[in-house]
């Protein structure tokens, strides 16, 4: 079992930056592919980042691509997502998800995954 607890999340202004972060217990994180997926109000749940299990290499959403940047700190058995230029189409309770592993692609599905934080919220203001 992976236990997953994200914090960092906020009301920040359009243009701003914010890192929210999801640490784990149970289970060495860097096993695992792990992800950011995020749900607006009224939204399905959506895929925003995923990187690589035993690796640094990742992969963004397009809407995100360019902006946010996923990386893991495997002493601390976490994970980061760094988020910047943020405006009010990123609002949303982000989630954290660890799952695979999958070789030869991405994990950019929620199904991909096999744990879930509990998510935290980010605000963009306007």
């Known amino acids: 079992q992976v236990q997953l607890v994200e914090s960092g999340g906020g009301l920040v202004q359009a243009g701003g930056s914010l890192r929210i972060s999801c640490a784990a217990s149970g289970r060495t994180l860097s096993n695992y592919a792990m992800g950011w997926f995020r749900q607006a109000p009224g939204k399905e749940r959506e895929f925003v980042a995923t990187?690589?299990?035993?690796?640094?290499?990742?992969y963004y959403a397009d809407s995100v691509k360019g902006r946010f940047t996923f990386f893991r700190d495997n002493a601390k058995n976490i994970v980061y997502l760094q988020m910047n230029r943020l405006t009010s189409e990123d609002t949303a309770v982000y989630y954290c998800a660890a799952g695979g592993p999958l070789p030869g692609r991405f994990a950019t599905r929620s199904v991909d995954y096999d744990y879930w934080g509990q998510g935290t919220q980010v605000t963009v203001s306007s």
């Open positions: 990187i690589r299990e035993s690796s640094i290499r990742t």
